[in-house]
């Protein structure tokens, strides 16, 4: 089983997301943020199960969807950590230099 770690800036995500849904909802926004939590279990067991990110160039870069959120991680050599370094709307656009730049300051 790999270890898996979210990083401060992914958490920090979350938690915009669920302030979002909460102007509507505070039970939808509760909702989601499980189901985006949940992506741990996920990624304990099967490491390697998201797809690789379109816009990285690299395989070590994945992402798992869960609609409408793209949750990003960096998978290890090893398979053995997981770093999930943020969570997007599939809307949005990737910027893979401020990303890069998060996953070294917060792995």
């Not at 938690?15 to 939808?28: G, K, P, Q, T």
């Amino acid at each position: 089983m790999a270890q898996v770690k979210w990083t401060p800036g992914s958490l920090s995500d979350i938690d915009a997301i669920a302030a979002y849904i909460a102007l509507d909802s505070r039970v939808r926004a509760r909702q989601q943020v499980l189901r985006i939590m949940d992506v741990e279990d996920l990624l304990e067991r099967f490491p390697g199960g998201g797809r690789v990110i379109p816009e990285m160039r690299s395989s070590s870069y994945r992402e798992v969807i869960v609609p409408p959120y793209r949750i990003l991680y960096h998978l290890s050599r090893d398979r053995a950590q997981v770093g999930i370094l943020g969570v997007i709307h599939s809307k949005q656009r990737l910027r893979g230099t401020l990303f890069r730049r998060r996953r070294h300051k917060e792995l």
